[in-house]
T-cell receptor, first 111, second 115 residues
Framework: KQEVTQIPAALSVPEGENLVLNCSFTDSAIYNLQWFRQDPGKGLTSLLLIQSSQREQTSGRLNASLDKSSGRSTLYIAASQPGDSATYLCAVGGGADGLTFGKGTHLIIQP | EAQVTQNPRYLITVTGKKLTVTCSQNMNHEYMSWYRQDPGLGLRQIYYSMNVEATDKGDVPEGYKVSRKEKRNFPLILESPSPNQTSLYFC??????????????FGPGTRLTVL
């Protein structure tokens, strides 16, 4: 059964720093990997989707990488801003089975 | 605007009183799914549907039913809710590409409390 782990569970950094969030998964037989952000009491916003055949995806200040063989993905956030404060969730998907989520990284960007 | 909508957004009910949470998407997606989110347990899939009249169990289906009579709608039914079904529920949809769902889009969530 797929397991997804996110490290760290919480992170607090000053505004302007570049940071990396880590995600690892136990079964490399995935179709895709998706990063989400969740604001308190809100839904999930899709940030980036990486197909299993891809190595990375970029959107604005966000860059996500995927290394299937080692079961790892990273989300890189450049020049962090207070508005980036949220919980970031990593989820891996395969076939018809639903996404398997990590428990998230709670990120606080200090002004 | 492309979106997944859920209703109601908030619901407080009592044990045993049947309820339905509706989910609708306007993106013509084949794949739809329900998740629940609980503190310390994260998000877990309840049921999913690959297309009309095609539904299947996820990881935590006990106590729930679904139906998919139309492509855009995927209601979640709790026939006899119990307090352990108190949770935050999310509906999601996705196109199907190469026999798998692609990027999943989530609704705003339904916070359910069962007393």
């Amino acid at each position: 059964k797929q397991e997804v782990t996110q490290i760290p569970a919480a992170l607090s950094v000053p505004e302007g720093e570049n940071l990396v969030l880590n995600c690892s998964f136990t079964d490399s037989a995935i179709y895709n990997l998706q990063w989400f952000r969740q604001d308190p009491g809100k839904g999930l916003t899709s940030l980036l989707l990486i197909q299993s055949s891809q190595r990375e995806q970029t959107s604005g200040r966000l860059n996500a990488s995927l290394d299937k063989s080692s079961g790892r993905s990273t989300l890189y956030i450049a020049a962090s801003q207070p508005g980036d404060s949220a919980t970031y969730l990593c989820a891996v998907g395969g076939g018809a089975d639903g996404l398997t989520f990590g428990k998230g990284t709670h990120l606080i960007i200090q002004p | 605007e492309a979106q997944v909508t859920q209703n109601p957004r908030y619901l407080i009910t009592v044990t045993g009183k049947k309820l339905t949470v509706t989910c609708s998407q306007n993106m013509n997606h084949e794949y739809m799914s329900w998740y629940r989110q609980d503190p310390g347990l994260g998000l877990r899939q309840i049921y999913y549907s690959m297309n009309v009249e095609a539904t299947d169990k996820g990881d935590v289906p006990e106590g729930y039913k679904v139906s998919r009579k139309e492509k855009r709608n995927f209601p979640l039914i709790l026939e006899s809710p119990s307090p352990n079904q108190t949770s935050l529920y999310f509906c999601a949809s996705s196109p199907i590409v190469a026999n798998s769902y692609n990027e999943q889009f989530f609704g705003p969530g339904t916070r359910l409390t069962v007393l």
